[in-house]
Nanobody, 124 residues
Framework: QVQLVESGGGLVQAGGSLRLSCAAS????????VGWFRQAPGKEREFVAA????????YYADSVKGRFTLSRDNAQNTVFLQMNSLKPEDTAIYYC?????????????????WGQGTQVTVST
């Protein structure tokens, strides 16, 4: 069982930065891939980025590649999503999710554990 809690969201101007955190409980968190998804009002929840638990391989949606960076600290049971050069279209609720597959899936249905989400708002 894994419980996830996101934090770090907020209001930022376009071009600014935020760092989201996904803190997990559970002794085996280091063996879970972690994905980040976001959902804007009236839209489907979409894949943003994911990090594997083997080798720390990272995967990004094209819309955030080059601007967002994932990292994880297994000693702290935390995954970080550094978001730079934010755009108004990045405004959404951001969720982290965990799954035990080696290669983290991009499909939200594949994840078994979810956090409650954190709001990110980017103003013009």
């Amino acid at each position: 069982q894994v419980q996830l809690v996101e934090s770090g969201g907020g209001l930022v101007q376009a071009g600014g930065s935020l760092r989201l955190s996904c803190a997990a409980s559970g002794r085996t968190f280091s063996r879970y891939a972690v994905g980040w998804f976001r959902q804007a009002p009236g839209k489907e929840r979409e894949f943003v980025a994911a990090i594997s638990w083997i080798g720390g391989g990272t995967y990004y949606a094209d819309s955030v590649k080059g601007r967002f960076t994932l990292s994880r600290d297994n000693a702290q049971n935390t995954v970080f999503l550094q978001m730079n050069s934010l755009k108004p279209e990045d405004t959404a609720i951001y969720y982290c999710a965990a799954d035990s597959k080696v290669v983290p899936p991009r499909e939200r249905e594949a994840y078994n554990y979810w956090g409650q989400g954190t709001q990110v708002t980017v103003s013009t």
